[in-house]
Each structure stands twice: as C-alpha cells, then as structure tokens.
C-alpha cells in the first residue's frame, strides 16, 4: 500500500527536523463530519480514477493523531500492481490539491492518503467483483461453490460438481474461500526421472 501526504507542516519546517514544543502541542484533527468529508473526496476523485481506467471500490476517513486518514481502494480487471497504485496515487493527490485550491477546502487540516487495492476478504457485491473473481471458491446464498462462468444476467458456480445459475438479483454478497494447496497434490518434481538418473549413472 502506498502513503502519501498533504503538506500541511508550519512555514520553516523541514522533514527529520526537531519538533519544538509548540510543534509537539499541536492539537489533534479537528472533528469534521466524516460521512459528510466522504462523501466530497468521493466526488472529487472517483471521475480522476475512472479516467485513469480504474474503479473506485471504496473510500474510507478516520482520525489519527493530528491528522486524518483517507484510505482509497482501486482496482481494475487483470489487477493492480505496485506501479499502477503509485501512479493513481498522484492522481488522487493532485485532485484533491486543485479542489482545495478551488476554495472547496475537502477536508480541514492535514490528511495522509493510502491507496491500495481490496485484499480477498472484500465481499463480493458488484458483477465485477465476479467477474475478477472467476475461477476462485466463494460462499454466497448458504452456499460454497467455484465460479464458473459471469455474464450480464448472473454468475455460475461449480457446486459439488453441479452447476448452479444465480442471477444477480438473487445473489447476495459472496465471500472469496481461502485455499491451501494439500500437500499430496504438491509437485514435488518427477520421481521417476530421479530414479533414470541414477540408473543412468556412468553409463556411455
């Protein structure tokens, strides 16, 4: 995940500088309404990712300190690496910067921005969401199943074998299954060449 932050420190202070003691007194964030706040910095910045070819999956704000968080999560079919965040995260920066040069201040005080993308703990709630997760085990309607197939109308699962049609006005919000690989389905190599090997050992 990548942090950034605004620049908020006082006139004359540079990074790895010793505070002062009234740098040390600053009080904490000023209490906003953060619903309100997010409802902003949704609106400035979900057009930039959409532009950039990414979806905004979701905005949260919370208070630490003498600052506030905004955490952003993107995410895109095939993915989003490090690079791609990084980028984004400029994006959104800037964005949010011109909007408060605008004279529509987004959020009072300093704020540190993270941007990243849903980890598989995120619940499954948009076709996309699906569609990204085509070939995994989810739960979802009391049911656990592979995800066979997405189109316009529904999704497909695996269950036990059998496939199971689930429109999507029908289907509740899945959840990604976590699999381990057992251990007598590991590959561990060929034996059988191992053994050739040795066998073939000093032969001309």
């Known amino acids: 995940m990548t942090q950034r932050g605004r620049a908020g420190a ?22 906003i309404d953060l ?22 999956e979701d905005v949260s704000i919370s208070r630490a300190g003498r600052r506030h968080v ?12 490090l690079d791609d965040v990084a980028v984004v995260s400029r994006e959104i920066s800037a964005a949010l910067d011109e909007a408060d040069e605008r004279g529509g201040e987004v959020l009072a005080g300093e704020y540190q921005l993270e941007v990243g993308s849903p980890g598989v703990d995120r619940p499954l709630t948009q076709p996309r969401h699906w569609r990204r997760n085509r070939g995994r085990l989810v739960a979802v309607n009391g049911l ?6 997405v189109d316009e109308t529904g999704v497909v699962l695996d269950v036990d074998g059998v496939p199971r049609a689930i429109p999507f006005a029908e289907l ?14 590991a590959d561990f190599g060929d034996e059988d060449d191992v053994d050739d090997e040795e066998d073939g050992e000093g032969e001309e």
Do not use: C, H, W
């Open 10 to 31: 006082r006139p004359g202070s540079r990074p790895g500088a010793r505070r002062s003691r009234d740098e040390e007194s600053v009080p904490a964030a000023p209490r």
């Open 35 to 56: 619903a309100a706040a997010r409802g902003r910095v949704r609106a400035v910045i979900e057009p930039v990712i959409e532009r950039a070819g990414y979806d905004l």
């Open 70 to 81: 905004v955490r952003v999560l993107v995410d895109t079919d095939g993915g989003i690496n």
């Open 144 to 149: 656990t199943g592979r995800v066979v197939d």
């Open 172 to 185: 509740g919000a899945g959840k990604v299954q976590i699999e381990f690989k057992r251990m007598d389905e």
